[in-house]
């Protein structure tokens, strides 16, 4: 099993910046990749970009240019850097871990970022 924490979601103004943690632990090694979704109200979940076991690391076009994933394995930890942040983007977000396997993944509890004035 794997246990992922989010944390560093808040309230930002249009133009700001946050920067989103995802803490792993547990059979770590299982994962072949992690990867950030969110959800907006009334909305599906949407996938922002994942980074994979070998550190490939994609993004979504809606994000690409403004987000930045990161991985830092001694702390077990993925990052996602959020800039030029717009009310758009206020969701709840999301840390998925994705099974070697194809199991079901596994999922954070979210984290809330509201981006307004």
């Known amino acids: 099993q794997v246990q992922l924490v989010e944390s560093g979601g808040g309230l930002v103004h249009p133009g700001g910046s946050l920067r989103l943690s995802c803490a792993a632990s547990?059979?770590?090694?299982?994962?072949?990749?992690m990867g950030w979704y969110r959800q907006a109200p009334g909305k599906q979940r949407e996938w922002v970009g994942a980074?994979?076991?070998?550190?490939?690391?994609v993004y979504a076009d809606s994000v690409k240019g403004r987000f930045t994933i990161s991985r830092d394995n001694t702390k077990n930890t993925m990052y996602l850097q959020m800039n030029s942040l717009q009310p758009e983007d206020t969701a709840v977000y999301y840390c998925?871990?994705?099974?070697?396997?194809?199991?079901?993944?596994?999922w954070g509890q979210g984290t809330q970022v509201t981006v307004s004035s």
């Open positions: 998925n871990g994705r099974r070697r396997n194809g199991g079901p993944d596994y």
């Open positions: 547990g059979a770590i090694f299982s994962m072949k990749a």
């Open positions: 980074v994979t076991s070998g550190g490939n690391i």
